[in-house]
């Protein structure tokens, strides 16, 4: 039982004066996985000290978008920019994965953007696995909350700490897979593809794939639509 709830049964018993433990909140204001909406839950996640990173961050970036997005992309981890902006992708690799999602008839404002973890790795190394493990939880429930359609993991790193992925991405990118019943799309992160840009045919390969699973998924509720009985008067 938490404070909040011992006070109000106390309360009940005609009990006026409760005295609570200094700091003593609900769950709600405890956990910020208890939420049920991600406005909320990131309020709550701004304080977090789970692990290393929270001592380097400037401020949590938690994720920015629809919050009922049909796609949401996961990258790695908040760069420099992301840390000062408090917002995922919008630094140079971000650039380039708006123009992606414009290739694909998409905006940031339709889609949902995250990170594996929401603080930056010093020297934008990669997240190690306890800093992955302590940060994952909020980001299945960011999931959860969103309920998307589909996942695109943006890089090694996501693809690696999501789906547990070992092997070079080059290997299965832009092959479907499914992660707790939604279907996931691993493809390169665009910092690597300024890096190589070879690889943006490859890129660009996945994301038709991305459009095509959109399109059919659209034209398959439209189709179960028509084909609903009229409402009986």
């Known amino acids: 039982m938490s404070a909040r709830d011992l006070a109000r049964y106390l309360l009940d018993f005609g009990i006026q004066e409760v005295m609570l433990p200094e700091g ?3 769950r709600e204001e405890q956990d910020p996985l208890a939420f049920q909406d991600l406005a909320s839950m990131a309020k709550a996640v701004a304080t977090c000290q789970r692990c290393r990173l929270a001592k380097g961050r400037t401020q949590v970036v938690f994720g920015v978008g629809n919050p009922r997005a ?27 994965l ?23 790795p010093p020297g934008n190394r990669d997240p190690q696995d306890d800093e992955a493990a302590a940060c994952l939880p909020f980001l299945r429930r960011q999931l959860a ?4 359609e589909i996942i695109v993991l943006l890089g090694r790193v996501a693809a690696r700490h999501l789906l547990g992925i070992t092997a070079p991405i080059s290997s299965y990118r ?10 996931v799309l691993p493809t390169f992160h665009p910092a690597y593809l300024l890096r190589n840009p070879q690889a943006k045919r490859e890129a660009w390969e996945d994301l038709k794939k991305l459009m095509a699973r959109l399109s059919a998924a659209a034209q398959k509720k439209a189709g179960t639509a028509e084909g609903e009985a009229p409402p009986v008067l």
Request: glycine share 12%.
């Open 70 to 96: 049909r796609v949401v992309f996961v990258g790695e981890a908040p760069g420099a920019e992301e840390d000062r902006q408090g917002e995922p992708f919008v630094g140079r690799a971000g650039q380039l």
């Open 24 to 26: 003593s909140s609900s």
């Open 145 to 148: 909350l969103i309920k998307p």
């Open 174 to 183: 832009g092959s479907w897979r499914h992660w707790e019943g939604v279907e």
């Open 98 to 120: 708006n123009s992606m999602l414009r290739a694909c008839g998409l905006s940031r404002s339709e889609v949902y953007i995250a990170n594996i973890v929401k603080c930056r």
